[in-house]
């Protein structure tokens, strides 16, 4: 084991089995949850945006996917190194008329948008959030656009000190 760290130990997610990402980042010394879904698709696509960001700062991290399997938890493989491609963007205007399809992309980028907004608050220290908070959140995720979603979670994790 000579090029390989040895990965600290990641702690299981509280709650019911869904989508997790657990991130690591040797400078704080502790897990936090980067990303939940029902779905693995979104929390993979949220992995590798985050990793581009922490690297970007020129910083280390350590990502562990947990997710369900047969009623419990399972720890899967989150392939550091091998960032996930970027999910197409939503429509603008919200999905064409009559298109299953297209609702299912644009609530799944939506909540994507929610999540990356809810890390932002996180980032900043704000997590207990009531039922006003969410429909805020909520409101601002239907509205806004991926890109300025990032920036307004950039925002809110740079006042949290998360430089």
Do not use: I
Request: aromatic share 6%; with cysteine; charged share 25%.
């Amino acid at each position: 084991m000579t090029d390989m760290q040895k990965r600290p130990s990641c702690p299981r997610p509280p709650g019911a089995p869904r989508w997790v990402a657990m991130f690591h980042r040797p400078a704080q010394d502790s897990w936090t949850v980067g990303a939940e879904s029902p779905d693995r698709d979104p929390v993979l696509y949220a992995v590798g945006d985050m990793t581009q960001t922490v690297r970007a700062r020129g910083e280390e991290m350590t990502v562990v996917l947990w997710g369900p399997e047969d009623g419990g938890w399972r720890r899967y493989d989150a392939a550091p190194g091998r960032e996930p491609a970027p999910a197409p963007a939503a429509p603008a205007r919200g999905p064409a008329p009559g298109s299953a399809g297209s609702a299912k992309l644009a609530e799944r980028m939506t909540d994507r948008r929610h999540q990356v907004l809810m890390a932002g608050l996180s980032k900043a220290g704000l997590y207990d959030l009531g039922a006003e908070d969410g429909e805020a959140v909520r409101a601002m995720a239907d509205l806004l656009d991926e890109p300025t979603v990032r920036r307004v979670a950039h925002w809110l994790s740079v006042a949290g000190g998360g430089r």
